[in-house]
């Protein structure tokens, strides 16, 4: 069954650094495909926090993780990364990644993973 798979949450203290992977299985054409990173905390809505396009290596983040966070991907390990620098309580939440639609607006996705969960606590 094709998938895409999280990794790389944990418990963080504020300042402290985290990198996300986003892997896909099951043998879906991943290279065709945005991938989206939107994380949720409780009691608040999804925000989309970084897209990757499929194609000319076009990113997009929110204002909220502009400057601190960087995506990534590797086609050739059907993979995305999501490098969290300076992490902040706020930064708190799971997050989950997409494949589908380029953008930060939740819109069509063919595939998404289960999330990773994100603390950042002192």
């Known amino acids: 069954q094709a998938q895409l798979v999280e990794s790389g949450g944990g418990l963080v203290r504020p300042g402290e650094s985290l990198t996300l992977s986003c892997v896909a299985t099951?043998?879906?054409?991943?290279?065709?495909?945005?991938i989206t990173w939107f994380r949720q905390a409780p009691g608040k809505e999804r925000e989309g926090i970084a897209s990757?396009?499929?194609?000319?290596?076009?990113?997009m983040y929110s204002d909220s993780v502009k400057d601190r966070f960087t995506i990534s991907r590797d086609n050739s390990k059907n993979t995305v990364y999501l490098q969290m620098n300076s992490l902040k309580p706020e930064d708190s939440g799971v997050y989950s990644c997409?494949?589908?639609?380029?953008?930060?607006?939740?819109?069509?996705?063919?595939?998404w993973g289960q999330g990773t969960q994100v603390t950042v606590s002192s």
């Open positions: 997409f494949a589908g639609d380029y953008g930060l607006e939740y819109s069509n996705y063919d595939y």
């Open positions: 099951g043998g879906f054409a991943f290279e065709w495909y945005a």
């Open positions: 990757f396009a499929a194609t000319g290596r076009r990113t």
